[in-house]
Antibody
Framework: QVHLQGSGPRLVTPSETLSLTCAVS?????????WGWIRQPPGKGLEWIGV?????????YQNPSLKSRVTISLDRSKNQYSLHLNSVTAADTAVYYC????????????????WGQGALVTVSS | EIVLTQSPDTLSLSPGERATLSCRAS???????LAWYQQKPGQAPRLLIY???SGAAGIADRFSGSGSGTDFTLTISRLEPEDFAVYYC?????????FGQGTKVEIK
């Protein structure tokens, strides 16, 4: 069974960088699929942040509205991946979920099938 | 950018009743691109339906999806107490993913 466990600081100062790591167990991230992040501001809906994959030559894809601030990196040796979101403001306060994206054009797959438990990150001074 | 609009925002029903949730895209999309998720308070979303009508592993068969083009529907045939939650539709579009604003199914 695939399990995703996110970790990182829960309080970030405005203008600084939000950094989260997702440790994956039950599957090697270098074997396939896409690995990424979705967030949910308190009381609001879901927003896709971005994904990356070794399968796709390490290419990453980001939400155009966040692209300039988002970096996603994958570490095969530790079987984990990370999110860095820079220049944060209070609007970046949200629960951040790490997810596995099942994305395969030939098979018609375009959905998130595994999710971590989520971590509330607050941006405040 | 394709926009997803879910309706209604809130659906008040009793256990045992049928729930019909709508997700409308601002332009026609492939059915393969549409998925549905359930989210309970304090929990991560859970995949219910992918490719508009295919049930995810372990999902009860009272959940079904249908639709094509711009209009998609999630149906819960008979509501169980554990089905009262928020439901989101999700769309793939040009290497990006977007979600509808959600429909809350609450106990009447």
């Amino acid at each position: 069974q695939v399990h995703l466990q996110g970790s990182g600081p829960r309080l970030v100062t405005p203008s600084e960088t939000l950094s989260l790591t997702c440790a994956v167990s039950g599957y090697s991230i270098s074997s396939g699929f896409y690995w990424g992040w979705i967030r949910q501001p308190p009381g609001k809906g879901l927003e896709w942040i971005g994904v990356g994959s070794f399968y796709d030559n390490g290419r990453t894809y980001q939400n155009p509205s966040l692209k300039s601030r988002v970096t996603i990196s994958l570490d095969r040796s530790k079987n984990q991946y990370s999110l860095h979101l820079n220049s944060v403001t209070a609007a970046d306060t949200a629960v951040y979920y790490c997810t596995r994206l099942n994305w395969h054009h030939a098979r018609g797959n375009y959905y998130f099938d595994y999710w971590g438990q989520g971590a509330l990150v607050t941006v405040s001074s | 950018e394709i926009v997803l609009t879910q309706s209604p925002d809130t659906l008040s029903l009793s256990p045992g009743e049928r729930a019909t949730l709508s997700c409308r895209a601002s332009q026609s999309v492939s059915s393969s691109y549409l998925a549905w998720y359930q989210q309970k308070p304090g929990q991560a979303p859970r995949l219910l339906i992918y490719a508009a009508s295919s049930g995810a592993a372990g999902i009860a068969d009272r959940f079904s999806g249908s639709g094509s083009g711009t209009d998609f529907t999630l149906t819960i045939s008979r509501l169980e107490p554990e089905d009262f939650a928020v439901y989101y539709c999700q769309l793939y579009d040009d290497s990006s993913w977007t979600f509808g604003q959600g429909t809350k199914v609450e106990i009447k």
